[in-house]
């Protein structure tokens, strides 16, 4: 597996897109502890302070709704990894995110570049509150991480290279 | 269009010719069997380097699919979903792989991009809008 972890970057899934434009291999990824323009779906903003684990993933060439299977299966995979590697009752709010205790941990956003109806391009973007310790008032309601909810530092390479894992297994258990 | 075909005797050599109008652009004079590419600007015609052009990757690459590329076909939506954004509007002139319109779906963003070179007709969705699979949401001239 291809990992580029950046300190900062203004986004992984841009950086991602223009990889795969440049022939990226699949499965490559792009990974940061700080985004300074995050994004989420359409033009929300995907607040992203350091320490966190900001990483987008290069796909395989597949079909589209496979890949809509495949983003609903990331907010599975990453449930699965909380609760079995953390403890956390994490709950999947359909089709794109994981909230624990009520409050959003981790959001995904899976981008595809089509052209003569096959998905040419194809990023999957996942933002994950590893290591936050504090939110401002108007997120304090509304997001957590796994430092507040556990008061223990994460190792993010640990737990990217295991989500990107269970993302290939899930892909290929669809695409069989 | 081909515009000339002919046989032209130069010192007891003959040659060849053929000049083909590239949609009003470009020229290419086949000389025995070799092609040259000449790019029409103001009643002047300016040599094109084939290979220089494809170096320069993207701009390159859009002016020959201008010239080489078929017409893109209607476009439709791969997918249901909703319409997010319009990259491009009515008698616009695109590439191939020129961003037209984004169909959200599940929260996936689907970049939909012209799959060849063309005039935009008409634009037949807007922002907000449902579109179910296979509905046509840009028309080509």
């Known amino acids: ?176 | 269009m081909i515009m000339l075909k002919k046989k032209i005797k130069i010192n007891e050599k003959i040659f060849d010719l053929e000049m083909e109008d590239l949609k009003g652009k470009f020229i290419r004079i086949e000389i025995n069997g070799k092609d040259y590419f000449f790019r029409k600007d103001n009643g002047n015609v300016i040599p094109v380097d084939q290979r220089q052009l494809l170096a320069a990757e993207q701009e390159a690459e859009s002016v020959f699919s201008e010239v080489f590329c078929e017409a893109p076909k209607n476009l439709r939506a791969p997918l249901a979903g909703m319409v997010s954004n319009i990259w491009a509007k009515a008698g616009e002139k695109v590439v191939k792989g020129q961003k037209l319109v984004t169909v959200i779906a599940m929260k996936m963003e689907n970049e939909i991009s012209a799959s060849g070179t063309g005039k935009i007709k008409e634009i037949k969705c807007q922002p907000n809008q449902a579109v179910n699979k296979d509905d046509i949401l840009v028309i080509f001239e």
């Open chain 1, 1 to 176: 597996m291809f990992v580029k972890f950046f300190k900062v970057v203004s986004s992984t899934q841009e950086e991602a897109k223009d990889l795969a434009r440049k022939g990226g291999k699949p499965w490559s990824v792009i990974a940061a502890e700080k985004q300074s323009q995050g994004r989420g779906k359409g033009k929300s903003h995907w607040h992203s302070p350091e320490g966190n684990l900001y990483f987008s993933v290069v796909l395989p060439a597949s079909k589209l709704d496979d890949l809509q299977i495949l983003t609903i299966l990331a907010s599975f995979s990453v449930a699965k990894i909380l609760k079995e590697d953390y403890g956390l009752e994490a709950m999947i709010k359909l089709p794109n995110d994981v909230v624990v205790n009520g409050k959003k941990i981790c959001g995904i956003l899976t981008e595809n570049i089509i052209m003569s109806g096959q998905a040419k391009i194809s990023v999957m973007g996942i933002g994950l509150n590893t290591n936050s310790e504090d939110y401002t008032a108007d997120l304090k309601d509304k997001a957590t991480s796994i430092k507040m909810e556990l008061k223990e530092k994460v190792d993010n390479k640990k737990i990217l290279a295991k989500i990107v894992e269970e993302l290939a297994k899930q892909l290929s258990s669809i695409t069989k």
